[in-house]
């Protein structure tokens, strides 16, 4: 591939080639991008006859043309070999002098930019906002949800053989986000793991439901400034003796009229097996109470009670499913001690699963099964239509991806009239535990 690279030897271009370096890694998976809207060809810009790529300091606007054909192929500059030495040893010389200056001034950005490599795009938020920000609360988690969604994708994609597509999005009214969805593959009928970072103000639904809640939220001009980020997934396997599991970590920030900040956390991590296996539930709920004593022994307990409430069909007197942690409205006793909880809580969701799934890869099942499966799966889909506080939000929110809000449903779910199983059997049993929730570690 023919093309030219336009360097700048100043700090911005220097900083230009580390980020495209480690976004560019990320990126060339996904299948849609936002064709770079530059007039004129920027500090960090390859121009070639396939294409423009942009990866100007910050942005995360490229090409689809030329993402990930050729860039291990040997640039040809336009400009002599003589010309290429002479620019070259002007920009070391012009880079060692500023590092003589500025001998560890970058550590931040190059702590933000190397966690960046293993992502599954570039972060919602300008990254020299993040660089900026470093040490912000909404930096922090943003950074938090994006390596969670990664090694969350790469662990199932690993199983399963297939790949995520990534599809990033952005609204209008502030912030986007990134949807990973893999579908129909060889393990899993569909998994998503998305993240999103919005902000703008609060509709009078959404702040209602946060009142509802307890919130007392006091805007100016009925307006209520937010910020809200977090990662959320939802994966439905092919076996029925495969167990669905959905995990949810989100960070939320208001302003209110006289310009402080109301901020809380929420999330958990739930398992919603078709058939009992009780080492599996066991080893999940374990795993998740692990987490929880790292910071507070009351954590699990209260915590999976919340669970079992939260997730509970009113109208089908049954839990989606045997439960696990959730929680909301956490605010105390300080931001960093709940911060670095729902870290811990968010480093399980790999742990906690991929050895189930493993675990029954070969099972086999019948047609039969696969028909209680179907039945399950449109509880699930009652649930997360009727009651889930995410969906109501989502749909709440002007400028949401919609595919990206109703991604937790199934491709396939199934309604039968008055469908209770036979006594004594494996279906008979699954019901009665949602009817009857369990503590499965003590």
């Avoid at 030495?85 to 950005?109: I, N, T, Y």
């Avoid at 003796?241 to 999330?267: C, L, M």
């Amino acid at each position: 591939m023919s093309a030219v690279l336009l360097f700048g030897v100043n700090r911005t271009g220097r900083c230009a080639g580390r980020l495209f370096a480690c976004l560019y890694k990320g990126e060339r998976a996904a299948t849609s991008h936002v064709k770079p809207a530059v007039p004129n060809y920027p500090l960090g810009t390859m121009v070639s006859p396939k294409g423009l790529s942009s990866f100007r300091h910050g942005t995360v606007r490229w090409s689809s043309s030329v993402a990930g054909r050729g860039y291990g192929k040997k640039v040809l500059v336009a400009a002599g070999a003589a010309a290429v030495a002479g620019l070259l040893a002007g920009v070391c010389h012009f880079q060692r002098a500023e590092m003589r200056s500025k001998p560890r001034g970058d550590e931040a950005e190059g702590d933000i930019l190397e966690r960046c490599k293993g992502f599954m795009s570039a972060p919602v938020t300008d990254v020299r906002d993040l660089q900026r920000k470093k040490d912000d609360m909404t930096t922090r988690m943003e950074m938090l949800i994006m390596e969670t969604q990664a090694e969350f994708c790469k662990a199932l994609a690993e199983v399963d053989g297939g790949a995520f597509k990534v599809d990033r999005w952005h609204r209008k009214e502030g912030g986007g986000g990134v949807s990973c969805v893999l579908q129909d593959g060889r393990v899993f009928e569909k998994a998503g793991v998305n993240v999103s970072v919005v902000s703008g103000h609060l509709t009078e639904e959404a702040a209602k439901q946060m009142r509802s809640r307890g919130k007392v939220l006091k805007g100016r001009d009925g307006k209520l400034p937010f910020c809200a980020m977090g990662v959320s997934s939802v994966i439905h396997p092919k076996n029925p003796h495969i167990p669905t599991v959905h995990f949810n970590y989100r960070y939320f920030e208001i302003e209110e009229a006289d310009g402080t900040k109301q901020w809380w956390f929420g999330g958990g991590t739930d398992l919603t097996p078709v058939y009992l296996d009780k080492e599996d539930a066991v080893h999940f709920h374990n795993t998740l109470k692990e987490a929880c004593d790292k910071h507070n022994s009351k954590h699990y307990p209260d915590f999976k009670k919340w669970c079992d409430e939260y997730f509970f069909i009113k109208h089908r007197g049954e839990t989606r499913g045997i439960g696990g942690i959730f929680f909301d409205d956490l605010d105390s006793p300080s931001q960093e001690e709940v911060f670095a909880f729902v870290r811990s809580c968010a480093k399980t969701v790999v742990p906690c699963y991929l050895p189930i799934v493993r675990k029954h890869l070969g099972d086999t099942f019948t047609p039969e099964e696969k028909g209680w499966q179907q039945v399950r799966r449109g509880r699930y889909v009652e649930f997360n239509l009727v009651y889930d506080r995410g969906v109501k939000f989502g749909l709440a929110t002007p400028g949401s991806r919609i595919e990206s809000i109703l991604m937790s449903l199934p491709l396939t779910a199934r309604w039968e009239y008055m469908h209770e199983p036979r006594k004594g059997t494996r279906e008979a049993e699954m019901l009665d535990v949602l009817r009857n929730p369990k503590n499965w570690v003590h």
